[in-house]
């Protein structure tokens, strides 16, 4: 069946460091595929999204560019921040069922 | 402008005990899904919509029971509690030609099963 690969954390960088958290989705059809960041105590929120091969999401300084070949979305940052600290769900649709990855934790200190 | 609200924010319950968790949408979403988060477990699928009238089973679907009377509102209800269904529920939907579009979540509740 479908599903989504994300990379286990968690994480933990220096601010200013460089954040990739990898995500693949595997699947009979051609998703669209996002990234949630969820902040400790709240629900999930849209980070940023991408409906087609080689569309790039980018948003607060993130980016992820659709890969058709590997059905990839990786997140990136060049720089993170204390505020970044959060876990982050890979997600692709699947005809009304939203497949997430498990989630990565990143923790950033000063 | 209030997207997905949830209620309760937290609730205990003691084993045996039923309860209803409340999923409410005002932005004529078709699609609903409820979901439950446990530590090092990410998202998991109990149940989902289609649209009024439709639900279906998700990964999880045991000890909960949905129905979807209206566009606006997919209630969750656990039937007899147990200490296995402490998590944190949420709750989401997501619009016509939802294949483009994000799913929005409620702020989530927290149950705990004593």
């Known amino acids: 069946g479908d599903s989504v690969t994300q990379m286990e954390g968690p994480v933990t960088l220096s601010e200013e460091a460089c954040l990739t958290i990898?995500?693949?989705?595997?699947?009979?059809?051609?998703?669209?595929l996002f990234w949630y960041v969820q902040y400790p105590g709240e629900g999930l929120q849209l980070l940023l999204k991408a409906t087609k091969a080689d569309d790039k999401g980018s948003n607060k300084g993130f980016e992820a560019t659709y890969r058709k070949e590997t059905t990839s979305f990786h997140l990136e940052k060049g720089s993170v921040q204390v505020s970044d600290s959060a876990v982050y769900f890979c997600e692709g649709d699947s005809w009304g069922k939203f497949q997430f990855g498990a989630g990565t934790q990143v923790v950033v200190t000063p | 402008n209030a997207g997905v609200t949830q209620t309760p924010k937290f609730q205990v319950l003691k084993t045996g005990q039923s309860m209803t968790l409340q999923c409410a949408q005002d932005?004529?979403?078709?699609?609903m899904s409820w979901y439950r988060q446990d530590p090092g477990m990410g998202l998991r699928l109990i149940h989902y919509?289609?649209?009024?009238?439709?639900?279906d089973q998700g990964e999880v679907p045991n000890g909960y029971n949905v129905s979807r009377s209206t566009t606006e509102d997919f209630p969750l209800r656990l039937l007899s509690a147990a200490p296995s269904q402490t998590s944190v529920y949420f709750c989401a939907s997501s619009g016509t030609g939802w294949r483009f579009t994000e799913a929005f979540f409620g702020q989530g509740t927290r149950l705990t099963v004593v």
């Open positions: 932005m004529n979403h078709e699609y």
């Open positions: 919509s289609v649209g009024a009238g439709i639900t």
């Open positions: 990898n995500c693949t989705y595997t699947a009979t059809g051609y998703p669209s």
